[in-house]
């Protein structure tokens, strides 16, 4: 399968001041894939080391801060000699060995000729602690499920290249419109996790996806226990628990109190900040104005959590594949829509999203493109009605206001409909 982050590998790979990456997401998202074929593709050769598997190598960088003597020990230990740039060093699983991720500080400092890349599970958690890795001396990058995009050009090559060649206010003639918005309900089910999806393309068993997507929520929660540090694991499942509840209720907004009754911020803020660390849920906050730089009027204490994967929000909430294929209204719509539309949204725009929520309206996601605000309605199906969005647009007139829905890809006065399968290409059609 093509991820989009390959050419973020290879702009690092080209960028001179370049250091080492450390690339942050949930497990299997497909970090070590990504490496891997980034280390075939673009390099003579690559050297892999895993330290979950190979605890040996640990003693190498508990006992040498040496760059040199470290890559001679690792070219030992991989049988071929490690070249500067023309060899990929990757650590994989490094949260075993903060030693090793301590090391990049040194690749930086001393051989940053040799290219280095380094990934693990849960290394969100980790690198929200200070003192924990070498702050300022290596480049992030965050690695997430499939977009909606890399799913089309994975299980509809042919679909892919039309999607591809939409550009703004094009016409999406109706049988590209009905084979995209069926892809789409295909996404909802099976969702980006590249397990899920190659499942897909090589059995078409609805089944088998369940199953996939039940074991991975095991996974999960298997790792709560065994990598919280300090925080209670106990609290950090209920609050993953808790996230159907959360938003299927009419504001979505986030109550401690829906965890445990009487729960209070103190009880699980701790629980919240690991999982958003750890790359499992994305948080969005209310602001108090919608108006540059949104950050400015975030209001700290309200906010929604979204989960990192539709496909597995799908599942959690136990939405039968019928509902969404039949185009039934059916209970969870609106909160799976915002899900996929926050999902496809967080990569394209400097500034996070947020929403925007008081006393008299909701408005579902507002965007900072530059200086400009945006205001964002989805909508799960065809329907037009969006009381509080409407008022914002005749009032305030912004230069772009987007629907997303069911409905093909046109300007309606202020208002320009997007087809969900577009969300993905929204920055290109502003």
């Given at each position: 399968m093509k991820r989009n982050a390959l050419r973020d590998l290879m702009s690092w790979k080209a960028n001179a001041e370049r250091k080492p990456l450390v690339l942050k997401g949930a497990r299997q998202v497909g970090k070590t894939w990504l490496m891997k074929e980034f280390g075939k593709t673009q390099y003579k050769n690559y050297v892999y080391f895993n330290f979950d598997e190979e605890d040996e190598?640990?003693?190498?960088?508990?006992?040498?801060?040496?760059?040199?003597?470290?890559?001679?020990?690792?070219?030992?230990i991989s049988g071929s000699k490690i070249?500067?740039?023309?060899?990929?060093?990757?650590?994989?699983?490094?949260?075993?060995?903060?030693?090793?991720?301590?090391?990049?500080?040194?690749?930086?400092?001393?051989?940053?000729?040799?290219?280095?890349?380094?990934?693990?599970?849960?290394?969100g958690t980790l690198l929200a602690q200070p003192k924990s890795y070498p702050v300022g001396m290596v480049n992030l990058l965050d690695i997430a499920p499939l977009t909606f995009d890399e799913f089309l050009e994975a299980i509809e090559p042919n679909l892919f290249i039309y999607y591809n060649s939409i550009q703004k206010d094009?016409?999406?003639?109706?049988?590209?419109?009905?084979?995209?918005?069926?892809?789409?309900?295909?996404?909802?089910?099976?969702?980006?996790?590249?397990?899920?999806?190659?499942?897909?393309?090589?059995?078409?068993?609805?089944?088998?996806?369940?199953?996939?997507?039940?074991?991975?929520?095991?996974?999960?929660?298997?790792?709560?226990?065994?990598?919280?540090?300090?925080v209670n694991s106990g609290r950090i499942l209920m609050v993953f628990r808790s996230i159907v509840a959360q938003l299927?209720?009419?504001?979505?907004?986030?109550?401690?109190?829906?965890?445990?009754?009487?729960?209070?911020?103190?009880?699980?803020?701790?629980?919240?900040?690991?999982?958003?660390?750890?790359?499992?849920?994305?948080?969005?906050?209310?602001?108090?104005?919608?108006?540059?730089?949104?950050?400015?009027?975030?209001?700290?204490?309200?906010?929604?959590l979204f989960v990192f994967d539709t496909g597995l929000l799908k599942y959690?909430?136990?939405?039968?594949?019928?509902?969404?294929?039949?185009?039934?209204?059916?209970?969870?719509k609106g909160p799976l829509t915002e899900n996929y539309l926050l999902q496809q949204l967080r990569g394209q725009f400097e500034v996070v999203p947020r929403y925007f929520s008081d006393k008299t309206s909701e408005i579902d996601f507002v965007l900072q493109h530059g200086t400009e605000i945006i205001p964002v309605e989805a909508k799960g199906g065809e329907d037009k009605s969006a009381p509080s969005f409407k008022r914002y647009v005749l009032e305030h007139e912004p230069e772009h206001a987007l629907r997303f829905s069911k409905r093909g890809y046109r300007k309606d006065g202020f208002i320009t409909n997007i087809p969900l399968y577009l969300a993905t290409k929204t920055k290109e059609l502003l």
């Open positions: 190598l640990k003693s190498i960088f508990e006992t040498n801060k040496n760059p040199q003597r470290i890559i001679e020990l690792l070219s030992l070249l500067p740039r023309d060899t990929l060093i990757i650590f994989d699983e490094v949260q075993e060995c903060p030693a090793a991720l301590n090391s990049l500080k040194y690749f930086k400092e001393k051989a940053n000729e040799y290219h280095v890349i380094a990934a693990g599970s849960l290394l094009q016409h999406v003639e109706e049988i590209f419109h009905n084979r995209l918005l069926e892809t789409y309900n295909n996404y909802l089910i099976i969702g980006g996790m590249p397990e899920c999806v190659s499942s897909w393309i090589r059995y078409k068993d609805p089944a088998r996806i369940i199953q996939i997507q039940r074991e991975l929520i095991e996974v999960y929660e298997n790792d709560f226990s065994k990598h919280n540090g300090k299927a209720k009419p504001n979505e907004k986030f109550m401690y109190g829906a965890v445990r009754e009487g729960g209070r911020a103190r009880d699980f803020e701790e629980a919240i900040e690991w999982l958003v660390s750890a790359g499992m849920l994305n948080r969005v906050y209310n602001v108090s104005k919608m108006e540059h730089p949104l950050a400015a009027f975030d209001k700290l204490e309200q906010f929604k959690m909430a136990g939405v039968d594949n019928s509902a969404i294929l039949l185009k039934a209204d059916y209970q969870f």
